[in-house]
Protein backbone atom coordinates (compact mmCIF):
# COMPACT_ATOMS: atom_id res chain seq x y z
CA UNK A 1 0.00 0.00 0.00
CA UNK A 2 3.04 2.53 0.68
CA UNK A 3 4.04 1.84 -2.44
CA UNK A 4 1.08 2.66 -4.61
CA UNK A 5 1.27 5.61 -3.36
CA UNK A 6 4.77 6.50 -4.80
CA UNK A 7 4.52 9.02 -7.87
CA UNK A 8 6.97 10.42 -10.26
CA UNK A 9 7.86 14.15 -11.39
CA UNK A 10 5.10 15.25 -13.96
CA UNK A 11 6.08 16.88 -17.20
CA UNK A 12 5.23 20.37 -15.55
CA UNK A 13 7.51 19.24 -12.78
CA UNK A 14 10.35 18.73 -15.23
CA UNK A 15 10.01 21.76 -17.29
CA UNK A 16 10.32 23.93 -14.35
CA UNK A 17 13.10 21.89 -12.95
CA UNK A 18 15.02 21.92 -16.64
CA UNK A 19 14.09 25.75 -17.18
CA UNK A 20 15.44 26.92 -13.72
CA UNK A 21 18.85 25.12 -14.57
CA UNK A 22 18.72 26.78 -17.83
CA UNK A 23 18.77 30.07 -16.24
CA UNK A 24 21.05 29.09 -13.86
CA UNK A 25 23.71 28.25 -16.52
CA UNK A 26 22.77 31.14 -18.23
CA UNK A 27 23.62 33.17 -15.19
CA UNK A 28 26.72 31.70 -14.61
CA UNK A 29 28.23 30.91 -17.87
CA UNK A 30 29.39 34.63 -18.36
CA UNK A 31 30.78 34.96 -14.75
CA UNK A 32 32.77 31.48 -15.85
CA UNK A 33 33.73 33.40 -18.74
CA UNK A 34 35.17 36.50 -17.19
CA UNK A 35 36.78 34.57 -14.34
CA UNK A 36 38.87 32.91 -17.12
CA UNK A 37 39.84 36.06 -18.97
CA UNK A 38 41.00 37.17 -15.84
CA UNK A 39 43.13 34.11 -15.08
CA UNK A 40 44.20 34.56 -18.63
CA UNK A 41 45.11 38.06 -18.06
CA UNK A 42 46.89 37.65 -14.83
CA UNK A 43 49.12 34.47 -16.71
CA UNK A 44 50.19 37.37 -18.96
CA UNK A 45 50.74 40.11 -16.32
CA UNK A 46 53.30 37.48 -14.77
CA UNK A 47 55.21 36.27 -17.75
CA UNK A 48 55.69 40.04 -18.28
CA UNK A 49 57.01 40.60 -14.78
CA UNK A 50 59.56 37.35 -15.49
CA UNK A 51 60.73 39.95 -18.65
CA UNK A 52 60.81 42.86 -16.50
CA UNK A 53 62.93 41.01 -14.31
CA UNK A 54 64.99 39.49 -16.36
CA UNK A 55 65.56 42.70 -18.52
CA UNK A 56 66.39 44.38 -14.72
CA UNK A 57 68.70 41.23 -14.11
CA UNK A 58 70.12 41.97 -17.63
CA UNK A 59 71.11 45.98 -16.77
CA UNK A 60 72.77 44.89 -13.28
CA UNK A 61 74.73 42.43 -15.32
CA UNK A 62 75.87 44.96 -18.62
CA UNK A 63 75.49 48.47 -17.14
CA UNK A 64 72.57 49.23 -20.05
CA UNK A 65 69.69 47.95 -21.37
CA UNK A 66 69.61 45.56 -24.30
CA UNK A 67 68.84 46.49 -27.33
CA UNK A 68 65.67 45.66 -29.11
CA UNK A 69 67.95 44.31 -31.97
CA UNK A 70 71.00 44.37 -33.10
CA UNK A 71 72.89 42.00 -36.40
CA UNK A 72 74.79 38.96 -35.04
CA UNK A 73 78.66 38.78 -35.45
CA UNK A 74 77.72 34.99 -36.63
CA UNK A 75 75.35 33.22 -38.71
CA UNK A 76 72.98 31.35 -36.83
CA UNK A 77 74.55 28.22 -38.62
CA UNK A 78 78.40 29.27 -38.15
CA UNK A 79 80.60 27.44 -35.33
CA UNK A 80 79.97 29.37 -32.15
CA UNK A 81 77.15 31.35 -34.02
CA UNK A 82 74.55 30.43 -32.15
CA UNK A 83 75.47 32.75 -28.97
CA UNK A 84 74.19 36.06 -28.46
CA UNK A 85 77.51 37.74 -29.86
CA UNK A 86 77.97 41.07 -31.64
CA UNK A 87 79.96 43.68 -32.08
CA UNK A 88 79.00 47.45 -32.23
CA UNK A 89 81.34 48.59 -35.23
CA UNK A 90 79.27 45.97 -37.37
CA UNK A 91 75.83 47.77 -36.56
CA UNK A 92 76.46 50.42 -39.56
CA UNK A 93 76.09 48.25 -42.63
CA UNK A 94 73.38 46.48 -44.17
CA UNK A 95 75.11 43.73 -45.82
CA UNK A 96 75.52 42.62 -42.02
CA UNK A 97 71.69 41.77 -41.70
CA UNK A 98 72.90 38.23 -43.75
CA UNK A 99 73.95 36.95 -40.44
CA UNK A 100 70.36 37.30 -38.60
CA UNK A 101 69.09 39.34 -35.98
CA UNK A 102 69.66 39.42 -31.60
CA UNK A 103 66.56 40.06 -30.44
CA UNK A 104 66.39 41.18 -27.30
CA UNK A 105 64.30 37.99 -25.87
CA UNK A 106 67.03 36.09 -26.80
CA UNK A 107 69.64 38.68 -25.28
CA UNK A 108 68.58 38.70 -21.80
CA UNK A 109 68.33 34.19 -21.62
CA UNK A 110 71.85 34.11 -23.04
CA UNK A 111 70.09 32.19 -26.07
CA UNK A 112 68.86 29.67 -23.56
CA UNK A 113 67.70 26.70 -25.68
CA UNK A 114 65.96 25.29 -22.83
CA UNK A 115 62.50 26.86 -23.75
CA UNK A 116 62.42 29.87 -20.80
CA UNK A 117 62.13 32.61 -23.31
CA UNK A 118 59.51 30.61 -25.26
CA UNK A 119 57.51 30.85 -21.87
CA UNK A 120 58.27 34.32 -20.47
CA UNK A 121 57.16 35.63 -23.72
CA UNK A 122 53.98 34.02 -24.77
CA UNK A 123 50.50 35.45 -23.28
CA UNK A 124 47.79 32.40 -23.44
CA UNK A 125 45.26 35.33 -24.63
CA UNK A 126 46.51 35.36 -28.06
CA UNK A 127 46.69 33.39 -30.64
CA UNK A 128 49.60 30.84 -30.91
CA UNK A 129 50.22 33.22 -27.72
CA UNK A 130 52.13 35.57 -29.47
CA UNK A 131 53.02 36.89 -32.56
CA UNK A 132 55.63 35.10 -34.82
CA UNK A 133 59.11 35.08 -35.08
CA UNK A 134 60.65 37.76 -37.57
CA UNK A 135 62.75 35.03 -39.65
CA UNK A 136 62.56 31.94 -38.53
CA UNK A 137 64.66 30.26 -41.35
CA UNK A 138 65.68 26.69 -40.40
CA UNK A 139 63.56 26.35 -37.49
CA UNK A 140 60.48 24.85 -38.77
CA UNK A 141 58.90 24.94 -34.89
CA UNK A 142 58.71 28.53 -35.33
CA UNK A 143 57.90 28.67 -39.00
CA UNK A 144 53.99 29.50 -40.00
CA UNK A 145 52.24 30.99 -43.23
CA UNK A 146 51.85 34.31 -42.42
CA UNK A 147 53.91 37.26 -41.81
CA UNK A 148 57.27 35.77 -41.62
CA UNK A 149 60.54 36.09 -43.74
CA UNK A 150 61.79 33.39 -44.66
CA UNK A 151 64.57 34.23 -47.57
CA UNK A 152 66.97 35.91 -45.65
CA UNK A 153 70.75 34.01 -45.57
CA UNK A 154 70.54 33.33 -41.77
CA UNK A 155 67.67 32.83 -39.01
CA UNK A 156 67.18 35.68 -36.38
CA UNK A 157 67.82 34.35 -32.84
CA UNK A 158 64.25 35.27 -31.24
CA UNK A 159 61.79 33.69 -29.65
CA UNK A 160 59.19 32.02 -31.04
CA UNK A 161 56.42 33.33 -30.30
CA UNK A 162 56.84 37.37 -28.89
CA UNK A 163 53.57 38.43 -27.07
CA UNK A 164 55.64 41.55 -25.79
CA UNK A 165 57.35 44.59 -26.93
CA UNK A 166 59.74 47.39 -25.42
CA UNK A 167 59.13 50.39 -25.27
CA UNK A 168 61.28 52.27 -28.06
CA UNK A 169 62.34 55.23 -26.04
CA UNK A 170 64.67 53.02 -23.93
CA UNK A 171 65.14 49.84 -26.07
CA UNK A 172 66.89 51.19 -29.30
CA UNK A 173 67.22 49.93 -33.14
CA UNK A 174 70.64 49.02 -34.00
CA UNK A 175 71.73 52.37 -35.91
CA UNK A 176 74.00 53.19 -33.34
CA UNK A 177 75.97 56.88 -32.53
CA UNK A 178 79.48 55.27 -33.97
CA UNK A 179 77.38 54.76 -37.51
CA UNK A 180 77.68 57.97 -39.33
CA UNK A 181 75.16 57.49 -41.59
CA UNK A 182 72.73 56.54 -39.34
CA UNK A 183 69.71 57.89 -37.81
CA UNK A 184 70.08 61.41 -39.72
CA UNK A 185 72.88 64.33 -39.07
CA UNK A 186 72.09 65.13 -35.57
CA UNK A 187 71.04 62.31 -33.13
CA UNK A 188 71.79 58.46 -33.00
CA UNK A 189 70.47 55.27 -31.24
CA UNK A 190 72.24 54.85 -28.48
CA UNK A 191 72.22 52.21 -25.43
CA UNK A 192 70.27 53.25 -22.23
CA UNK A 193 71.86 52.98 -18.73
CA UNK A 194 69.55 53.22 -15.74
CA UNK A 195 70.32 56.43 -14.09
CA UNK A 196 68.92 58.25 -17.17
CA UNK A 197 65.75 56.63 -16.77
CA UNK A 198 65.88 57.19 -12.65
CA UNK A 199 67.08 60.28 -12.87
CA UNK A 200 63.92 62.01 -15.68
CA UNK A 201 60.88 63.49 -14.39
CA UNK A 202 58.90 60.13 -13.61
CA UNK A 203 61.55 57.99 -12.37
CA UNK A 204 61.47 54.20 -13.10
CA UNK A 205 58.31 53.27 -10.84
CA UNK A 206 56.44 55.71 -13.87
CA UNK A 207 58.34 54.89 -16.79
CA UNK A 208 56.98 51.94 -19.12
CA UNK A 209 59.29 49.48 -19.99
CA UNK A 210 57.17 46.58 -21.96
CA UNK A 211 53.83 46.00 -22.84
CA UNK A 212 51.22 43.32 -25.10
CA UNK A 213 51.18 43.62 -28.58
CA UNK A 214 47.91 43.57 -29.89
CA UNK A 215 45.98 41.53 -31.86
CA UNK A 216 43.90 42.73 -34.90
CA UNK A 217 39.71 41.21 -34.97
CA UNK A 218 38.78 40.04 -38.08
CA UNK A 219 41.45 39.18 -40.85
CA UNK A 220 44.71 38.10 -40.35
CA UNK A 221 45.39 38.22 -36.56
CA UNK A 222 48.81 39.63 -36.75
CA UNK A 223 48.42 42.64 -39.18
CA UNK A 224 49.01 45.16 -36.07
CA UNK A 225 52.83 44.04 -36.39
CA UNK A 226 53.31 44.25 -39.99
CA UNK A 227 55.31 46.31 -41.85
CA UNK A 228 52.81 47.54 -44.55
CA UNK A 229 55.54 49.20 -46.87
CA UNK A 230 57.70 46.47 -46.96
CA UNK A 231 55.31 43.11 -48.61
CA UNK A 232 53.45 42.95 -45.30
CA UNK A 233 56.20 41.27 -43.26
CA UNK A 234 56.26 40.49 -39.78
CA UNK A 235 58.03 43.25 -37.51
CA UNK A 236 57.63 41.07 -34.04
CA UNK A 237 61.50 42.31 -33.44
CA UNK A 238 60.72 45.85 -33.06
CA UNK A 239 59.73 47.97 -30.13
CA UNK A 240 56.99 50.50 -30.11
CA UNK A 241 58.17 54.29 -30.34
CA UNK A 242 54.87 56.21 -28.97
CA UNK A 243 56.17 59.44 -29.30
CA UNK A 244 56.52 61.42 -33.36
CA UNK A 245 58.09 64.76 -34.12
CA UNK A 246 56.09 68.12 -33.59
CA UNK A 247 56.74 69.10 -37.57
CA UNK A 248 57.99 67.16 -40.43
CA UNK A 249 58.14 63.46 -40.65
CA UNK A 250 56.02 62.27 -38.07
CA UNK A 251 58.98 59.63 -37.91
CA UNK A 252 60.92 60.80 -34.99
CA UNK A 253 64.19 59.14 -36.52
CA UNK A 254 63.63 60.94 -39.34
CA UNK A 255 62.47 64.41 -38.92
CA UNK A 256 64.56 67.75 -40.12
CA UNK A 257 62.89 69.33 -37.14
CA UNK A 258 64.30 66.68 -34.69
CA UNK A 259 68.07 67.90 -35.74
CA UNK A 260 67.91 71.65 -36.48
CA UNK A 261 64.98 73.31 -34.89
CA UNK A 262 66.30 74.60 -31.23
CA UNK A 263 62.90 77.01 -30.67
CA UNK A 264 60.12 74.21 -30.05
CA UNK A 265 60.09 70.47 -28.69
CA UNK A 266 61.23 67.77 -30.67
CA UNK A 267 58.38 65.36 -29.82
CA UNK A 268 55.23 64.85 -28.18
CA UNK A 269 52.54 62.54 -27.64
CA UNK A 270 50.70 60.44 -29.60
CA UNK A 271 46.97 61.83 -29.71
CA UNK A 272 46.60 61.96 -32.83
CA UNK A 273 47.54 57.87 -32.77
CA UNK A 274 44.80 57.19 -30.51
CA UNK A 275 42.03 58.59 -32.77
CA UNK A 276 43.19 55.82 -35.65
CA UNK A 277 40.80 52.40 -35.86
CA UNK A 278 43.42 49.96 -34.72
CA UNK A 279 42.90 47.65 -37.65
CA UNK A 280 43.76 50.58 -40.25
CA UNK A 281 47.39 50.80 -39.62
CA UNK A 282 50.16 48.75 -38.34
CA UNK A 283 53.36 49.07 -36.22
CA UNK A 284 55.42 50.76 -39.47
CA UNK A 285 52.76 53.26 -39.62
CA UNK A 286 51.05 53.80 -36.26
CA UNK A 287 52.97 52.12 -33.45
CA UNK A 288 50.71 52.75 -31.15
CA UNK A 289 48.19 50.75 -32.55
CA UNK A 290 50.10 47.65 -32.00
CA UNK A 291 49.81 48.08 -27.97
CA UNK A 292 47.41 45.60 -26.75
CA UNK A 293 43.88 45.98 -25.48
CA UNK A 294 42.76 42.51 -25.62
CA UNK A 295 42.06 42.25 -21.80
CA UNK A 296 38.89 43.09 -19.62
CA UNK A 297 38.82 45.47 -16.99
CA UNK A 298 38.15 49.29 -17.61
CA UNK A 299 37.34 49.37 -21.94
CA UNK A 300 37.12 53.03 -23.65
CA UNK A 301 36.47 53.90 -27.17
CA UNK A 302 39.51 51.93 -28.19
CA UNK A 303 39.21 48.74 -26.96
CA UNK A 304 40.35 46.98 -22.96
CA UNK A 305 43.04 46.73 -21.53
CA UNK A 306 46.80 45.70 -22.05
CA UNK A 307 49.25 44.76 -19.00
CA UNK A 308 52.49 47.30 -18.54
CA UNK A 309 55.77 46.61 -17.35
CA UNK A 310 57.30 49.32 -15.44
CA UNK A 311 61.43 49.66 -15.41
CA UNK A 312 60.95 49.24 -11.88
CA UNK A 313 59.21 45.84 -11.97
CA UNK A 314 55.61 45.96 -11.33
CA UNK A 315 52.96 45.57 -13.41
CA UNK A 316 49.41 47.69 -13.88
CA UNK A 317 46.64 46.53 -16.54
CA UNK A 318 45.36 49.49 -18.35
CA UNK A 319 43.92 51.10 -21.47
CA UNK A 320 46.35 52.22 -24.13
CA UNK A 321 44.69 55.69 -23.59
CA UNK A 322 44.96 55.71 -20.13
CA UNK A 323 48.63 55.08 -20.15
CA UNK A 324 49.12 57.24 -22.93
CA UNK A 325 47.27 60.58 -21.54
CA UNK A 326 49.09 60.60 -18.29
CA UNK A 327 52.60 59.90 -19.86
CA UNK A 328 53.46 56.49 -18.67
CA UNK A 329 56.10 56.11 -21.57
CA UNK A 330 58.32 58.97 -20.02
CA UNK A 331 59.62 62.07 -20.92
CA UNK A 332 62.53 61.74 -23.34
CA UNK A 333 63.79 59.09 -25.89
CA UNK A 334 66.00 58.06 -23.81
CA UNK A 335 67.40 55.80 -26.41
CA UNK A 336 68.43 59.06 -28.77
CA UNK A 337 71.61 60.81 -28.50
CA UNK A 338 72.16 64.57 -28.71
CA UNK A 339 70.51 67.73 -27.27
CA UNK A 340 68.30 66.72 -23.90
CA UNK A 341 64.76 67.77 -25.44
CA UNK A 342 61.96 66.44 -23.51
CA UNK A 343 59.20 65.06 -25.03
CA UNK A 344 56.04 67.73 -24.76
CA UNK A 345 53.87 65.74 -22.33
CA UNK A 346 50.16 65.00 -23.21
CA UNK A 347 47.75 68.18 -22.91
CA UNK A 348 50.72 70.82 -22.99
CA UNK A 349 50.05 73.31 -25.69
CA UNK A 350 53.43 73.62 -28.36
CA UNK A 351 54.85 77.46 -28.40
Not at 78 to 101: F, H, I, P, T, V
Request: charged share 20%.
Amino acid sequence: MRMARLRGFTLIELLVVIAIIALLIGILLPALGSARAEGRALVCAANLKSVGQAVNAYVASEGVFPPSYVYARYAYNEEGGSNGAWLMNEQCSSDERGKGYIHWSWSLFSGDDTGIAETAFTCPVLPGKGAPATNPKDDPAAQESYFQRQSESARDRQAKRIAYTGNAAIFPRNKFENCPSNAGPGRKDRLVNSALVDGSTFGASGVILATEFSIVKGGQPWKSVADINAETRSVSHRSVMPFQTVSGDPNCYNSSALFFDEREPAYKTAEDLLTVEVSNFALSERPINAVGRHHPGQRDEFGGTANFVFVDGHVERSTVKNMTTKNKWGDRIYALTGRDIRVQLFGQNRP
